[in-house]
């Protein structure tokens, strides 16, 4: 075990304490999300996702974490949506999760790459059979007409694909986000929040730099 649970604070949380820091930030975020998956109602999973065009244009949207292990965090996507352009021109990004009720936020930086076709068939033969049918569908981030087009479009893959198992699509697979950066923020009274920094000087580099820093 590499964390030890403090008394319970004026939150009425138990929640860790400095000096009993997780030496990992993995271990502190899978902590953090089993909570959040026990504690919060719908979409514990769901994180913002920040991405750069290769102009310097920033944006953000929410995905769902998929997965994550020591390489680091999963998401799926349509691979000619705007995010998986910015992406594949700029792998810097950003995620953001944030919990109401835990009152803990976690933001991570790092650089995003796609997943193997392994690894993006592997999940993409999990989801419902309409959502494979959806990845097929959908022409994520361009213009759509009207919802009939859609519909015809859905209707027209169910079709290709009647009685037979529906194959992922070369053009949807997932990212795996490799951490630079962790923070992990809990609301404290009097907006005297606890943040804590895990840096690394690279993807490789198996050293984080841990750091408190001021609300
Ligand atoms: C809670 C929530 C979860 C979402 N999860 C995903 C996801 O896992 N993958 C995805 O491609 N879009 C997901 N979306 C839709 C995206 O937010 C976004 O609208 C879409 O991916 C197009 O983004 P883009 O044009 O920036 O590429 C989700 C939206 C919400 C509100």
């Not at 009097?190 to 943040?195: F, G, K, M, S, V």
């Not at 895990?198 to 408190?212: C, K, L, N």
């Amino acid at each position: 075990m590499r964390f030890i649970l403090g008394p319970i604070r004026n939150t009425g949380r138990q929640t860790v304490m400095p000096e009993t820091l997780y030496d990992d930030p993995f271990d502190w975020f899978e902590h953090w999300f089993d909570e959040a998956c026990q504690t919060v109602s719908a979409n514990a999973n769901a994180m913002s996702l920040g991405t750069v065009s290769a102009e310097g244009h920033p944006s953000i949207r929410q995905v769902l974490l998929k997965g994550f292990d020591a390489r680091g965090f999963m998401f799926y996507t349509n691979y000619r949506s705007q995010k998986a352009r910015e992406l594949d021109e700029n792998p810097a990004c950003a995620l953001n999760f944030y919990w109401r009720g835990l009152e803990r936020q976690i933001r991570i930086e790092g650089l995003a790459h796609r997943l193997s076709p392994e690894e993006s068939d592997a999940y993409f033969a999990t989801r419902p059979r309409g959502s494979q049918v959806g990845a097929w569908a959908s022409l994520q981030s361009r213009p759509l007409a009207n919802r009939q087009v859609l519909a015809a479009r859905v209707e027209e893959f169910e079709e290709r694909f009647h009685d037979q198992p529906v194959p992922r699509p070369e053009h949807w697979g997932g990212y795996l986000v490799v951490p630079l950066r962790f923070e992990f923020w809990e609301a404290e009274a009097y907006r005297l929040h606890d943040r804590w920094e895990f840096v690394r000087s690279s993807v490789d580099a198996e050293e984080w730099q841990v750091e408190m820093l001021y609300p």
